[in-house]
């Protein structure tokens, strides 16, 4: 039995109010997939529109709310969390009663109270659980909101027709919804965004306070503060706006590490409590799904020449080895190292000999 | 006035004891580099050496200590923390004076007494700041150890001299030397590498207790528990052994986490909390020295289609368009993307429109 197919619902004019990282994508999910026939950006910042239309994310570019808006089928908030209730205060008396109206903030108690007051029924409040270090429209894509995980939290009034329209609609965007009420979005992320955040920066201050550290810091240091690396600015208004659900995952983040200092002094504890640890993380479905790990992997060791990855490239495709993944490991002053993913077992062996005969030197991996 | 160019020291023959990721990726780097003339593996699994010796990262294989080692004019421990003492004391005897000894294990102050001890004086304790999730010989890599800082923790009998020649064998294997007391050491990476482990433990132990957790960890926290997915024995093992360091450390982390906690009130404090640690993160060494952005990025969506990655770069290879860096972004059932570094901001364009042109869609990046 297969379920029924819903063919997607496309909307005529649809408006992106705030055109940076997030609203560009979803801009450009709805127009690489067809499911919009315009799209209008509206921005305070004459900047970002300009360059969204240059950009083709938009088709029309607008600075501030007004009766246009009435023509909508779909509105999109993607401002700041900061700025988002005031902005549906300004949006709410040009919204057609039929429109579809969502957000995607990364904090949702507030919103949906706020637009509950405002009497805006048709509001399905959303967080797209994706992003980037590198924010703005430059670099929105389609492929930002694929496979992402993408929170709707309807509140008790939300219309279930609207809901179901949402839920469609993100699932034509090839996101994955997931349906859950705003306090408990917002107990959950405080966990597992928030809470790693201030994590992530309080790791960073003690760098800040001894220089030897800094130059200590290796890999793992790194992948861990990386999120202390976005906009300085929408951080701080994303964990504020989110402090109470915050200030308790904080207590139990303290509980557990307290915890694991005790185990310390019992290392067979603290093995189970790494292995689990180790268990969890591996089969996070960000892990697993994530671009798999090809199985056949070969290493190229480059010199420092030109075009070195177009003429490696040309040998195999030269002699039909498909290449799956690439991947520069490392450009360093003397040359490199690219790590090719091929289709095959026998693959490897192929391309590395032909490599070799042309002088390269190789390297299989697991 | 140009400094010195010492000549590298070259070695007979050399011992790795452990032939893992680091001691195989240290045979190779002094293979790579031609410092030795034949490369011992001594392990106490037959697998790894074979793994080792299939691999042509050593020469020959021995599984236990004994007379033959006082052929070694540089010995190598590379095993586990938990297991370096007992290899210091079954290698000892045979150790010839003139050899240099060295190990890499994360934590310094035991290794370094125990050599003291034993009375071995030209051991010259070492910690290269590298590593990998993916362990064993299979992953081991000449590069690993590129331009990563490589701490030696000589103690006040170190010998000058073997703490020099220990010096320029670190440079020669394209590392970064730093010097500094055992204890020091030790309580650095208490914060930057034992501390963050742990807090990513935490984490993690914080999603395996519900479920829905793990449906919205995203990029930020699958990042920032990668290094909980590192090999629980080993990862336990070395925070074990660093624990009264470590204790120190999660005080202080406790402290910065409640000053943070504290800002969720301020928050003008808060946001200046958010740059600094933006700015100091940002310009971590390992952050900065790491492959840097190229300038210049096209963004080329690509069909589910054999050999897209060779299609491209042939195109782009006979208009003698370089390619700096490649980068799959995603792939997926229905195609993908993948993101091309050029070198000049007129390639950008060119390389676009003769993509185009063959029906490949494209997008630029800041």
Do not use: C
């Not at 902005?87 to 009663?97: I, K, N």
């Not at 993944?325 to 002053?333: G, M, Q, T, Y």
């Amino acid at each position: 039995m297969s379920s029924p197919v819903l063919s997607p619902e496309t909307f005529e004019t649809v408006v992106v109010a705030g055109v940076g990282l997030i609203g560009g994508s979803v801009a450009l999910g709805l127009r690489e997939r067809m499911l919009s026939r315009h799209i209008i950006g509206l921005d305070a910042s004459a900047g970002a529109l300009e360059e969204a239309l240059a950009l083709g994310v938009i088709d029309e570019a607008r600075t501030a709310p007004g009766e246009w808006l009435r023509s909508a089928d779909l509105v999109v908030l993607a401002v700041p969390v900061k700025v988002l209730t005031s902005l549906a205060r300004s949006l709410a008396p040009y919204l057609a009663p039929g429109a579809l109206i969502t957000d995607v903030g990364s904090v949702k108690t507030g919103i949906a109270a706020e637009f509950e007051a405002l009497g805006v029924r048709a509001f399905v409040p959303g967080h797209p659980m994706t992003g980037s270090e590198r924010g703005g429209v430059a670099n929105a894509s389609a492929g930002l909101l694929e496979n992402a995980v993408w929170v709707l939290t309807p509140t008790e009034r939300t219309p279930l027709t609207a809901l179901s329209r949402m839920r469609r609609l993100v699932e034509q965007l090839g996101a994955a919804p997931v349906v859950m009420p705003p306090d408990a979005h917002d107990k959950l992320v405080a966990t597992v965004s928030h809470l790693p955040y201030l994590a992530s920066l309080a790791l960073t201050h003690m760098v800040a306070r001894d220089e030897r550290l800094s130059l200590l810091a290796a890999g793992g240091f790194r992948d861990l503060t990386r999120v202390a690396s976005g906009d300085p600015r929408m951080s701080r208004d994303m964990v504020v706006e989110n402090k109470v659900a915050l200030r308790e995952a904080l207590h139990s983040f303290s509980r557990q590490l307290a915890h694991l200092a005790d185990t310390l002094d019992d290392p067979e504890e603290l093995l189970l409590a790494a292995s689990e640890g180790k268990r969890t993380r591996d089969n996070l479905p960000v892990v697993k799904r994530s671009l798999l790990p090809p199985k056949y992997d070969l290493v190229v060791a480059v010199p420092d020449k030109p075009n070195q990855i177009g003429a490696i490239t040309r040998i195999l495709g030269e002699a039909s080895i498909n290449i799956k993944d690439i991947e520069v490991l490392a450009i360093r002053e003397h040359g490199g190292a690219i790590r090719l993913g091929l289709e095959e077992a026998g693959d490897v062996d192929r391309a590395a000999a032909l490599l070799r005969q042309e002088g390269y030197a190789t390297r299989n991996r697991g």
